[in-house]
């Protein structure tokens, strides 16, 4: 444990427990305690300061807002690793025949070339409206295309309205509206205890404080939901209700509604990420559908047509749209129309379904696979995942098992990156089964997890 040499002074207008905080900064920053390391328990440091348990505790939850440290559930306080890079970031990467990368949730590869110069033909075949799309348009983009992709959204049992939705450059720019318009730093938000790291990465650049919520089969226990809501007045709720990032987990009927009420009862808004919603064929009405009053939409079209586009949505209640409306604007003033454009071609002409019938077929076959190699093993997916949660064996550490599959060329993403600060790491691991570039890359993969898997650590048949 380390020790924290510091000095307080009674004298000073600056509290007694932004001091300490102030002194955990400062040795962060001058090497004096790296990362890593595990701070004094509150007792402890209150005894060697002279102060009382309240203000380290003060003192530890300044630390955490700044992101110096991190309090793990049953186990102290640690500092954070502040150059940590996003790992978890989309990297373009030259991958050796005998190499799988399980680590990004990406679409299935194939052609979409001659999709892409049909419709941007049919585009410029009216130079009127091409000239139009190259001026200044309003924030939430041009109302023809909204109306367009809102009627396609709604054929697919979302009902989202032209008259609500605005358009932005993907999903996670929609969430980082949601954080700038309804947020501020300092609030609280609650995610699912295994949250997609994107959005902990915004609100950590936001500053905003994130805490999960216990998930079961069905994803958020309503139980702890309205406890966590008791204990810390969250601004919102982030969910991903249909085959949730990184568990899988489709919440059913029964579940949405009772967390719908929860969130009623307790005066938190529910932002709904809603990105895998389209790729099932079929799944429980989305949270907008059950109270738009209730909830905040995001989706887009990265995951069921092209990322490449960077289209994706945003809805709110209407009382929030002139909040939205200004917070759009100070992003970028507005959404490529050109983009828009290309998207509700490729919708009019059924690019778009023809699309994600493909992705649908191809996700299918992974997934058929992953049952033949992994199913005698504790995984958690969906028909049309694009990935697998995978509970390790009792005798397969977290950290070896990462580490043995990269041995063999096989990368897959940790709980950990998944994990909010402060809650518990689960010994379990995400295959992005859409990442392999080919099957016969995907079955190599699978192959070497499944043999690993079936052997404790000494005993497996792989040289370590």
């Not at 999709?115 to 410029?124: G, P, R």
């Not at 139980?223 to 085959?243: G, V």
């Not at 949405?256 to 009623?264: G, L, P, S, W």
């Not at 199913?375 to 550490?397: C, M, N």
Request: proline share 7%; glycine share 6%.
């Amino acid at each position: 444990m380390t020790i924290l040499n510091m000095t307080l002074s009674s004298e000073s207008k600056t509290p007694l427990y932004r001091q300490i905080a102030d002194n955990i900064a400062a040795a962060i920053e001058q090497g004096d305690i790296s990362t890593g390391s595990k701070l004094p328990t509150h007792r402890a440091l209150a005894d060697q300061l002279q102060v009382t348990v309240g203000t380290v505790t003060r003192a530890y939850a300044e630390a955490e807002r700044r992101h110096l440290v991190e309090a793990r559930i049953g186990a102290g306080t640690y500092v954070c690793d502040s150059r940590q890079s996003n790992s978890w970031v989309y990297q373009i990467e030259e991958v050796a025949p005998n190499e799988c990368n399980f680590g990004y949730n990406i679409p299935p590869r194939f052609d979409r070339s001659d999709m892409l110069s049909q419709a941007m033909a049919n585009i410029s075949a009216n130079p009127a409206e091409l000239n139009e799309m190259m001026l200044y348009q309003p924030p939430e983009g041009i109302e023809k295309h909204r109306q367009i992709v809102c009627q396609w959204l709604n054929q697919q049992g979302i009902a989202v309205s032209p008259e609500l939705m605005y358009f932005t450059s993907g999903a996670q720019h929609a969430a980082e509206l949601l954080l700038s318009t309804f947020c501020r730093a300092g609030d609280t938000v609650l995610v699912e205890h295994a949250c997609y790291p994107g959005f902990l990465t915004l609100a950590k650049q936001h500053g905003i404080t994130v805490k999960g919520v216990e998930m079961d089969e069905s994803g958020v226990c309503p139980k702890a939901l309205a406890s966590a809501c008791q204990l810390y007045q969250p601004r919102l709720i982030y969910l991903t209700p249909t085959q949730q990032n990184p568990t899988s987990i489709t919440m059913p009927l029964s579940r949405r509604e009772a967390v719908i009420n929860v969130c009623k009862q307790h005066n938190v808004l529910i932002a709904e990420d809603d990105i895998n919603g389209l790729l099932p064929l079929s799944s429980p009405p989305p949270l907008i559908n059950l109270d738009p009053e209730q909830v905040i939409h995001i989706g887009g079209l990265s995951k069921c047509l092209a990322p490449g586009l960077r289209l994706g949505y945003i809805q709110a209640p209407k009382q929030w749209q002139p909040h939205l409306s200004a917070a759009l604007y100070n992003h970028s003033l507005m959404i490529s129309p050109l983009l828009s454009a290309i998207a509700c071609e490729l919708i009019t002409q059924g690019q778009a379904d023809r699309v994600l019938d493909t992705i649908r077929n191809e996700i299918e076959q992974g997934q058929n696979l992953v049952q033949h190699y992994l199913g005698e093993f504790a995984i958690t997916t969906q028909k049309h995942s694009f990935h697998v949660w995978l509970r390790l064996p009792d005798y397969w550490r977290l950290t070896d098992f990462i580490t043995a599959a990269e041995q063999h060329n096989v990368i897959v993403k940790s709980a950990e990156h998944f994990t909010p600060p402060g809650g518990t790491i689960v010994p379990a691991v995400r295959l992005a089964i859409s990442s392999p570039a080919s099957q016969q890359t995907l079955i190599f993969g699978l192959e070497i997890l499944a043999d690993l898997l079936r052997q404790p650590p000494m005993t497996s048949p792989f040289p370590l």
